[in-house]
């Protein structure tokens, strides 16, 4: 299927960037973690940065939708400004590398890409400026407080995602959320900010619609992300394999976000667990399920016809 075949090769960009740079990313590296012939992927990409873009794209749309309904479902600008900043921190934490080709490598991956993330930022900075209707600070926020804060935020998450994650993202809630409302509502505000518990917005989003068109996951409250597609496949080729197995094969390398992960493949009977249920002090031992199995081989369609 042409939708499988195509989230597979935005799985192995993503993958491919992460590893080398935009700059040293090649389409031979994305074709051969895809699994697809150098054909099929001109079938459905002009070229890599075509590719990236879509990447970016698929990323991005991900964050806006789940921003929005945290937004919308508070009645004023500060908590849902919170509201929506914690779906995307969150949403960095769960995909990191999704998150690094937005806002790191975007930056070296042609003036589109670049054009593509000063628009989002753009974008965010809307949403903070909207902070003057509510304003009660001593004096007029500055024109460009909104562009200026966005910046200063896109920053600041730029170098936590370029350096050693000591903490996860979702804990700069209240340090960012002080420096959003800090020019709008003032200083006393912005303290309230920085004591608030990070749990107050982070309440449960909807779950995400499944892909659509002819794909597998039709009916699954999932989407077929890149981290899905590396546990499958990493389970595929490992039957009975642990958390912490699985884990190295994917890539991941958070064991709380593996775990989770995890467990909900499990809820959605992707997956099954033949180890550590008679004794409980032994390790996990993984296999997909007849349902896994066959979105796993779907995902590995290829074109048999035409030559690499």
């Known amino acids: 299927m042409r939708s499988i075949q195509r989230q597979r090769i935005l799985a192995a960009a993503v993958e491919a960037v992460n590893e080398v740079g935009f700059p040293r990313m090649t389409v031979a590296q994305v074709i051969a973690g895809a699994g697809v012939s150098r054909k099929t992927f001109y079938d459905i990409f002009a070229d890599r940065e075509d590719c990236f873009l879509a990447a970016f794209e698929h990323a991005t749309t991900e964050a806006k939708v789940r921003a929005r309904q945290a937004y919308d479902r508070e009645p004023g600008w500060r908590e849902g400004t919170r509201c929506a900043l914690a779906r995307l921190l969150v949403l960095m934490d769960e995909e990191p590398r999704l998150a690094k080709v937005v806002l790191v490598e975007s930056l070296a991956a042609g003036q589109r890409a670049r054009w593509r993330r000063l628009e989002l930022l753009g974008e965010l900075a809307e949403l903070i400026d909207l902070g ?14 909104g562009e200026g804060v966005a910046g200063a935020v896109a920053a600041l998450l730029y170098a936590r995602l370029l350096g050693p994650r000591e ?3 979702i804990s700069l809630l209240g340090p960012l959320m002080s420096m959003i409302v800090l020019p709008y509502l003032g200083p006393g505000a912005a303290r309230h900010e920085l004591d608030r518990p990070t749990s107050e917005g982070l309440e449960e989003s909807p779950a995400s619609p499944p892909l659509e ?9 999932m989407r077929l ?20 197995t699985v884990a190295e094969a994917s890539g991941i390398t958070d064991q709380g ?12 009977e992707l997956i099954e667990n033949t180890g550590g249920v008679k004794d409980k002090g032994s390790p996990n031992a993984w296999r997909l399920t007849d349902l896994g199995a066959r979105l796993e081989r779907a995902t590995r369609q290829r074109d048999q016809a035409t030559p690499r």
């Open 257 to 268: 976000q593996i775990s989770r992960l995890l467990m909900r493949l499990q809820r959605l």
């Open 167 to 169: 903490e996860p993202l």
């Open 132 to 145: 003057r209707s509510v304003t009660d600070a001593a004096g007029e926020p500055a024109q460009l407080t």
């Open 225 to 244: 992300t890149y981290r899905t597609l590396c546990v499958l496949t990493a389970i595929a080729e490992r039957p009975g394999a642990s958390n912490r």
């Open 213 to 221: 068109g002819e794909d597998p996951l039709a009916g699954l409250q």
